[in-house]
């Protein structure tokens, strides 16, 4: 049965809350869900209802299709002057011998380690200390744009440019301009977090306020570049909070269409001064990836992000909205594992990748950073693919 038929079924359903049943005409119609209705979603939809509703969303909008891309993750420093509860990764200042504090040159050993790597994109991201400032970034960007003007470069959140532009005097308009004439490609989501101050206030540390998260992306794509955003729930937000922060995104792709994707991102509690809070539970993800599939009707992509939630919910979320999967990563990002996550060393090949994709069911396609595609791997044999073969003519989880 297709997802077409599934939600007709639905639509038919005698026993199905009359305004649940209201959400899924407007979705079979194609039409807007509104804000009253998204907390509906939260507050009453089962996991089956929301599923049916986001994957008929998800495979009108990309079939089979899930993308990936062959980046690496690099992260200057794990010191940092802001002290976010939820961070486990991040050593203050008073203890910065604990940590690492990368120069330029170390940054450049690292990308040349990738040389003869097909790898597409750089992702840089890490804490916030002075010494990381304007001139540093520019040069970073500068420089491996020299050394590899093919590598798309996708660094730095809107916390990191609040702070370098308000220490060098400058405005967001100038800092973000700078940034691009220094080789910079786009921007990752971090820092979002939950931007209600009533939450933000409680766990970002005195970092950038979500207006100034919003206006920093708004500035970037008002420059013709593109972004990603996420949300860290499952903490001590409340649904209506992840509501307004999805609303303040809707909004905001309304007025630019810059954003590319859509990332939630699953608080994990261990290392932190937040590891009192329990975790949400796999079906709580499921369906806060739906309902963001849902909801944010004007984002064309929502991602898992794998490393963090391991491969299994990584697998489920495809048939709950989810048709991205990040990259093949390399074991070089430690902001999860040193929070709890389901791998401690993330890392993949681009053949466990693709057979994860297929076995169940979906269309692996590799992608570029602005979803350009580099290979799309209908058809293609890996050498030992065998001993996957029992898998591979197995139905989509959940048609
Ligand atoms: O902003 C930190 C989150 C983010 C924890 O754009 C935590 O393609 C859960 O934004 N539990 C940074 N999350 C990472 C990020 C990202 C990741 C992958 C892809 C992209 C993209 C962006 O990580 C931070 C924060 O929200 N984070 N600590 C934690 N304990
Ligand atoms: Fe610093 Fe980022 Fe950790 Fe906050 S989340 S303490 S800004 S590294």
């Excluded at 899924?24 to 599923?51: N, Q, Y």
């Amino acid at each position: 049965m297709n997802s077409e038929h599934k939600l007709a079924l639905l639509l038919d359903s005698k026993s199905l809350d009359r305004e649940l049943v209201s959400i899924a005409e407007k979705v079979s119609l194609g039409k807007r869900i509104s804000d009253e209705d998204c907390l509906t979603l939260f507050d009453k939809a089962d996991l089956p209802t929301l599923g049916i509703l986001a994957n008929y969303i998800r495979e009108n909008k990309h079939g089979d299709k899930v993308y990936f891309n062959r980046n690496f993750h690099m992260e200057p420093t794990n010191v940092c002057l802001y002290t976010c509860s939820f961070c486990s990764y991040s050593r203050l200042i008073k203890k910065r011998s604990e940590g690492w504090e990368y120069s330029l040159e170390d940054m450049m050993d690292i990308v040349k380690k990738y040389d003869d790597q097909p790898v597409t994109e750089v992702h840089i991201v890490g804490g916030v200390l002075p010494q990381y400032d304007v001139a540093f970034y520019s040069d970073l960007f500068r420089t491996i744009k020299e050394h590899r003007p093919d590598l798309h470069v996708k660094a730095l959140t809107p916390v990191e440019y609040h702070y370098i532009f308000k220490k060098a005097k400058i405005s967001y308009e100038e800092g973000m301009k700078l940034m691009d004439e220094a080789g910079l490609d786009s921007m990752p989501g971090g820092g979002a977090e939950i931007f209600h101050p009533e939450i933000r206030d409680q766990i970002a540390g005195g970092k950038c306020s979500g207006d100034e998260w919003l206006r920093i992306h708004e500035i970037w794509h008002e420059l013709g570049r593109r972004s990603n955003a996420t949300m860290l729930y499952g903490h001590i937000e409340e649904f209506r909070h992840r509501v307004h922060h999805m609303s303040e995104l809707r909004k905001l792709q309304d007025k630019t269409g810059g954003f590319q994707t859509f990332i939630p991102l699953k608080f994990r509690n261990k290392g932190n001064d937040m590891s009192h809070v329990e975790e949400s539970t796999v079906v709580e993800d499921l369906r806060n990836y739906a309902i963001s599939r849902i909801f944010l009707d004007n984002f064309d992509h929502i991602k898992a992000y794998w490393p963090m939630i391991g491969r299994d919910t990584a697998q489920l979320s495809l048939a709950f909205g989810v048709d991205d999967l990040d990259g093949t990563i390399d074991d070089t990002t430690k902001i999860y594992s040193m929070a709890g996550s389901e791998e401690q060393n993330p890392s993949l090949t681009t053949q466990q990748l693709v057979q994860m994709i297929r076995r169940v069911g979906r269309k692996p396609i590799e992608r570029d950073t602005l979803y350009n595609v580099v290979t799309d791997f209908e058809g293609h044999v890996f050498e030992d693919d065998k001993k996957y073969k029992g898998y591979l003519s197995l139905p989509v989880v959940g048609k």
